[in-house]
């Protein structure tokens, strides 16, 4: 059993930052591929970053990619998201969440979910 906590999720304009940051409680922290999914009202779940439980392979969604960076620190149990150049269409729910293989993440199927933070950018 995993327990995950998020936070770092606020207001933000656009074009600025934030860093989500995921701790994780339960089993061996580093054997988990971890993930970043968001989600909007009225909108299903949908896929952000994904990274290995080594921290040596990540996917990235198209919408993302050169703007988001995920990393892991397994020695603190935690999982970061480093968000730049936020844009209006990135406010959603952020979730972070585990799974017993990375490539699953990728299609939003996950074992264990935090309860989310909150990330709202301005136009």
């Known amino acids: 059993q995993v327990q995950l906590v998020e936070s770092g999720g606020g207001l933000v304009q656009a074009g600025g930052s934030l860093r989500l940051s995921c701790a994780a409680s339960g089993r061996t922290f580093r054997i988990y591929a971890m993930g970043w999914f968001r989600q909007a009202p009225g909108k299903e779940r949908e896929f952000v970053v994904a990274?290995?439980?080594?921290?040596?392979?990540?996917y990235y969604a198209e919408s993302v990619k050169g703007r988001f960076t995920v990393s892991r620190d397994n020695a603190k149990n935690t999982v970061y998201l480093q968000m730049n150049s936020l844009k209006s269409e990135d406010t959603a729910v952020y979730y972070c969440a585990v799974a017993s293989a990375t490539p699953r993440l990728r299609n939003s199927d996950a074992d264990y979910w935090g309860q989310g933070t909150q990330v709202t950018v301005s136009s």
């Open positions: 990274i290995s439980g080594s921290g040596s392979i990540t």
